[in-house]
């Protein structure tokens, strides 16, 4: 495959090392449970399962959590919901989130907030995961990013289905997925400052857009055929948030209006304004943010999220639309925001 913009491998590690630091000296002891005992709703929403195309949208109950935070993760990073399931992704107790050291883990919980297996992922005697960060469900599928892989699970057997590597000159750091169709990822990877696509059929990678330093969270508009990615910067000093326009032809970044900061998690709304997660600094542990934009750039609002959560990293919204699901990473924490 065509290789992608390379970047100084001493560059990377200080930008990588400076966000481990944070995420490894703050928040409480990675091994204690202290899960939220929401009082929970019951509503009626249109939601898509997990089992069927992306394009699906049956009716069916949903339950809405009340606000709270899931304690005991650690070094939390993507966070996914398949049904009455939520998905944590874990890098494990590490300083390089690039160590492929056989610690990361993922987490399942049920829709009310309960810890029901904090090392879901992988089951016993299956390859062990490194440092599973964003993920993604298309057609009963959980999707992984995995320092230099993409690895499949089925979700309701957890057993290991899918497995696809990434080869490219100097180090590799993939990030974030977003489910492009029914059998195509989009992925970025945080040390080329790229996005790739993924063809699940075939287990193969091909760029699609460069020139994104410290590329990190990635969602998909389909409606409108555009993504977004939130990027850190080369050495998580600060980035913007980037429109790539999902048209044939050349794929160009485009940076989105003045949205700036040490971003990392991004969701597309359902009305289609779009929520960016910011870490605000990298090298201390300053309260994050989490700031809604128009597709122009322009904010609209900012999500209130608790004085003392740090580093909200991945997240995404309950089957209800009701709520986000924030993994703060430096505190090992699920934090459930309302979101207006």
């Not at 999220?305 to 986000?324: C, E, I, Q, R, V």
Request: proline fraction near 6%; charge should be negative; aromatic fraction near 4%.
């Amino acid at each position: 495959m065509r290789a992608v913009h390379r970047r100084s491998i001493g560059r990377l590690a200080a930008g990588l090392g400076a966000l481990a630091l944070v995420a490894t000296g703050c928040g409480g002891n990675g091994n204690d449970q202290h899960p939220a005992t929401p009082t929970a709703t019951t509503v009626i929403v249109t939601v898509t399962p997990s089992d069927t195309s992306v394009s699906a949208s049956p009716t069916r109950t949903a339950y809405v959590a009340a606000p709270g935070s899931v304690q005991g993760f650690a070094s939390p990073s993507g966070v996914v919901v398949i049904d009455d399931q939520w998905f944590v992704s874990n890098l494990g107790d590490k300083k390089d989130p690039a160590a492929k050291d056989g610690t990361g883990f993922v987490s399942q919980l049920t829709d009310h907030g309960t810890v029901t297996n904090r090392t879901a992922l992988p089951r016993p005697g299956e390859p062990k995961l490194n440092a599973p960060a964003g993920m993604a469900v298309v057609n009963g599928t959980l999707y992984v990013a995995d320092v230099d892989r993409v690895v499949g699970y089925d979700p309701h057997t957890l057993t290991q289905i899918f497995e696809a590597t990434l080869t490219a000159d100097g180090p590799i750091l993939l990030d974030s997925i977003a489910a492009l169709d029914d059998t195509t990822l989009l992925v970025t990877d945080t040390a080329h400052g790229a996005v790739h696509q993924l063809h699940t059929a075939d287990k193969r990678f091909e760029p699609l857009a460069t020139q994104i330093p410290g590329a990190k969270g990635i969602a998909v508009d389909r409606d409108r055929k555009l993504a977004y990615v939130a990027a850190a910067g080369d050495r998580a000093e600060g980035g913007d948030l980037y429109r790539l326009e999902l048209r044939p032809g050349t794929v160009t970044a485009t940076k989105l209006g003045a949205v700036h900061g040490v971003l990392a998690g991004v969701q597309v709304l359902p009305n289609g304004n779009i929520a960016v997660a910011d870490w605000v600094t990298a090298t201390a542990a300053t309260t994050g943010t989490i700031k809604i934009y128009r597709p122009d750039g322009t904010e609209v609002s900012k999500v209130s999220l608790p004085s003392n959560l740090h580093g909200p990293t991945g997240f995404s919204l309950d089957a209800a639309n009701k709520n986000l699901l924030v993994a703060a990473r430096p505190d090992n924490a699920l934090a459930i925001v309302p979101i207006n």
